[in-house]
């Protein structure tokens, strides 16, 4: 597959077809990727169509906040966001004056850490033309496991690393999918069948 979003859940369908018995398995798969939390206090009015995030002023505000950070990253970050491997994503604009709640999604592969993650975005608020109050605003690692917002399967652990996190299955479920730990946990029934919801037995 190309041309993904890391941080994105997509819905993989296989049509699968033997002896004129067609077979359709659809499934919820999410690309892996690092998050920041970034949270960013702009000093300017209010306006209540801001809470509406399908309001042409929620959208007109998002794309002029995406755009003054954008422009201002360094090259290296620009071809990032430019290859898909890097996104600012608007989750709510908030009264306080303006609070901007987004995250930053990158892919695993880009060699970036939360440090130059943290200076870099910040320097672009601090040139943007946006009236930012930067001492009130925080980019951290998001916390996956924590929000709930993960993909690991629910007969499996979640372990938080850095602005990412990993998943194992628990102890008596087998990983169908042992590429991607954590996320197809199935308990072996006798007949050879599996069930992802029985529990494993205690002897």
């Known amino acids: 597959f190309t041309d993904l979003y890391p941080g994105v859940s997509y819905t993989l369908t296989v049509e699968m077809t033997s002896c004129e018995k067609k077979k359709v398995i659809s499934k919820v798969i999410t690309t892996a990727a690092r998050i920041y939390n970034l949270e960013v206090y702009i000093q300017e009015v209010f306006l209540p169509a801001y809470e509406n995030t399908s309001s042409p002023e929620f959208q007109s505000m998002s794309a002029k906040f995406k755009s003054e950070i954008e422009k201002n990253l360094p090259a290296q970050f620009q071809a990032y966001i430019k290859s898909n491997a890097m996104r600012v ?100 029934i006798p007949g050879g069948t599996t069930s992802p919801s029985t529990a494993p037995s205690s002897t």
Do not use: M, W
């Not at 970036?112 to 033309?129: G, Y």
């Open 89 to 188: 994503v608007i989750n709510a604009i908030r009264q306080g004056s303006v609070i901007v709640d987004s995250e930053i999604v990158t892919d695993l592969d880009i060699p970036s850490n939360t440090s130059s993650i943290q200076k870099s975005f910040l320097k672009a608020l601090h040139k943007s033309t946006l009236e930012v109050d930067l001492n009130q605003t925080h980019i951290g690692e998001a916390n996956a496991c924590l929000q709930g917002t993960d993909s690991c399967s629910a007969n499996a652990t979640c372990s938080t690393e850095g602005a990412s996190y990993t998943c194992a299955c628990l102890e008596g479920f087998t990983d169908l999918s042992p590429a991607v730990p954590g996320r197809d946990c199935y308990v072996t």
